[in-house]
């Protein structure tokens, strides 16, 4: 499954938007945009057809304003662990998990955050 689909997958279960204001993000023709409003994938079908940029700065803090509302959670943050491979993990202290509970990791920023929100979804929302 695609970094993309598990995105949408996660906001979806946990009845979050998909797209923020300030995203940035591609349509179908690769053409690039930068999302003004917020949106869900009930409220525009196509919006799963485009492709959030995870490389953006703007989308990763969109993405974890995504997970901090996911855990209840301001204090979550990604943190890039020192080591061979590159490793980023997702903590969390919310009402949830325990201080300093690991809720997601993976090889960048963006799979960290994604795993976070899949996690979430998985203990329901």
Known sequence: MTLNTRYYTSCRALGLPTWWPGMLGYDVCGKPFRM???VGPMLVPWAKSMVPDFNDPA??????AAVRQAW????????REEGT??????????????????V???KTEAEALVAALETAAARGG
């Not at 209840?72 to 943190?79: E, P």
């Not at 491979?85 to 690991?102: L, Y």
């Open 85 to 102: 491979p590159v490793r980023w993990t997702v903590q969390t202290a919310g009402p949830w998990a325990g201080p300093g509970t690991q």
């Open 72 to 79: 209840g959670d301001v204090g979550v943050v990604a943190t």
């Open 36 to 38: 003004q409003i917020k």
């Open 59 to 64: 989308t990763l803090g969109c993405l974890t």
């Open 104 to 106: 997601g990791s993976g």
